[in-house]
């Protein structure tokens, strides 16, 4: 049986499957979040070996970067600052600290409250990474262009900030409830 062909020409693959079946959204392959998922893996597939080599995941190197940029941190601001889950988070803080890259303890302020600093050998271990890393960046930088990067991160801070004050669906009527 021949495939179908849409009003654009096409034979009807994914991207059109919603529009061919009457659905009123615009093709998977054009919807923003699709779009954000594919140029992230773009750019992860570049850092993936490199952390592969380290003996590095990728949340654990997020956590990593993210414990360098502060002297120490609320765990729960950590899995804000590195977009984790709490349960993810305690696993990977679990094996960061057994293998002495991570150092934690409780909060003088609040004793139910721990706090999180990346420890000597962590740093080092960036250390370690970082060259490569930049390189990887040099490298997506001359492929992309230094200016089309910046706008591009200019853009996408934009995006957030502006999407930061949207309401979203279900959110604000579980807070009316507390």
Do not use: C
């Not at 054009?30 to 990728?58: D, K, Y």
């Not at 502060?70 to 765990?75: A, F, G």
């Not at 706008?151 to 579980?174: I, K, N, P, T």
């Amino acid at each position: 049986m021949a495939a179908k062909k849409s009003p654009d020409g096409s034979h009807g693959g994914a991207g059109k499957a919603g529009e061919m079946r009457g659905v009123p959204m615009r093709e998977f392959s054009r919807s923003l979040p699709m779009s954000l998922l594919r140029a992230r893996e773009a750019v992860m597939r570049q850092f993936r070996p490199s952390l592969r080599n380290h003996g590095l995941t990728e949340q654990q190197w997020r956590i990593l970067r993210a414990l360098t940029a502060v002297e120490t941190i609320e765990v729960t601001e950590l899995a804000r600052v590195a977009f984790l889950l709490g349960p993810s988070l305690s696993r990977i803080l679990r094996d960061l600290e057994a293998r002495d890259l991570v150092e934690r303890r409780t909060a003088e302020a609040d004793l139910r409250r721990g706090v999180v600093s990346i420890s000597p050998k962590g740093l080092k271990l960036i250390e370690a990474v970082a060259p490569t890393s930049e390189a990887i960046y040099a490298e997506i930088t001359s492929r992309y262009g230094a200016r089309k990067l910046a706008e591009l991160q200019d853009m996408l801070g934009e995006l957030e900030r502006s999407l930061a004050a949207m309401e979203v669906a279900g959110e604000g009527d579980a807070e009316a409830d507390e």
